[in-house]
């Protein structure tokens, strides 16, 4: 071992004394070095032709870059193993990974094979593909990344969906990295945001009121919502109105963002078909996409709601919901229901 290490530490890089240890105290089979170049690794092998073995390796290319990496994920390594860290690499991992052969190998005394018998047959890995369309997820995380300079924003996301079918064609999360060097990026950038993070939706939950609202029976036809006073007071408490002062119909106080009619909506609607409503659209569970660690969001149950949850909730206050549940939310409008 101590003149093996001698002459084959230099060439791998590595310390004498570590390598020698490993060679005398190390199971009968000891790894060597991984991921070595080929000409290093025959000089080494011909230092020891009956005792080095030259086991080929594998590497995962990402030809795209960090195009959709949040989503596609990275692979790290265990001894001669590539194996799922993130992403679908890790949710896939077992697919996509394939099963070993089993063989049982009989020699004798001075090691050489008598017989070879073949105990259980491997697999290949299977590929997995995406609903993602490059070219739109391209187009999407350029968007996302002319946002993030112009707002200096720390993140953002982006979904695109078939609303006809519920397909994901687009899912971006900036900012990204590039995995096939997954750990020189932050681990936060590893996050899918999308479907992993969740956050209060604001004025984008008013179609949603008004699909309540609809629904309960509780607006008329033609009916007006007067938005002329810039808010209105809720428990005690005064809410603004950006919206310009008017008389609007229920679809005109969705299209201008007007809080007040879109509180005056809700207030109609009973707490639990309020609550109902939300859930009929998907918010509070997963919406079940493949994929780790999808966000539930939080929507609290009437029970503990106060006398501003009503308003709080046609504001998009109170609850959170991750950009995939909304997306798909508005899909389901879309889709005509």
């Not at 017989?115 to 490059?134: C, K, P, T, V, Y």
Request: hydrophobic share 45%.
């Amino acid at each position: 071992p101590d003149l093996f290490a001698g002459v084959a530490a230099p060439l791998l890089g590595t310390p004498k004394r570590a390598l020698a240890r490993r060679l005398r105290e190390g199971p009968r089979s000891v790894l060597v070095a991984k991921r070595v170049p080929r000409e290093v690794a025959e000089e080494i092998r011909q230092l020891a032709l009956r005792a080095v073995l030259l086991v080929p390796d594998f590497a995962r290319i990402y030809p795209q870059g960090s195009l959709a990496a949040p989503v596609v994920g990275f692979v790290g390594r265990e001894e001669l193993n590539t194996v799922g860290r993130a992403g679908l690499e890790y949710h896939y991992d077992a697919y996509l990974a394939g099963e070993p052969e089993q063989y049982l190998v009989v020699t004798d005394a001075v090691e050489r094979q008598i017989r070879l018998e073949r105990r259980q047959r491997g697999r290949a890995g299977f590929d997995l593909e995406l609903s993602i369309n490059a070219r739109l997820q391209a187009r999407c995380e350029a968007a996302l990344a002319g946002a993030l300079e112009n707002h200096d924003a720390k993140a953002a996301s982006a979904v695109v969906v078939d609303p006809s079918t519920g397909r994901v064609l687009a899912l971006a999360s900036l900012p990204s990295f590039d995995p096939s060097k997954a750990g020189e990026s932050p681990s936060s950038n590893w996050r899918l945001r999308p479907v992993q993070n969740a956050l209060e939706p604001g004025s984008t939950v008013k179609p949603v009121i008004a699909a309540a609202a609809l629904a309960g029976g509780v607006v008329r036809d033609n009916e007006l919502f007067d938005c002329t006073e810039r808010g209105t007071r809720v428990a005690g408490h005064w809410v603004r109105d950006h919206a310009d002062p008017g008389m609007y119909s229920l679809d005109e106080v969705v299209v201008y963002s007007a809080n007040v009619g879109i509180i005056a909506a809700a207030a109609r609607v009973p707490d639990p078909q309020l609550w109902n409503a939300f859930s009929a659209f998907g918010f509070g569970r997963r919406s079940g996409i493949d994929f780790p660690a999808e966000a539930r969001g939080l929507m609290p149950e009437t029970r503990t709601w106060s006398k501003m949850s009503s308003a709080g909730f046609a504001l998009g206050q109170e609850l959170t919901v991750s950009p995939l549940q909304m997306a798909m939310a508005y899909a389901a409008i879309a889709s005509g229901g």
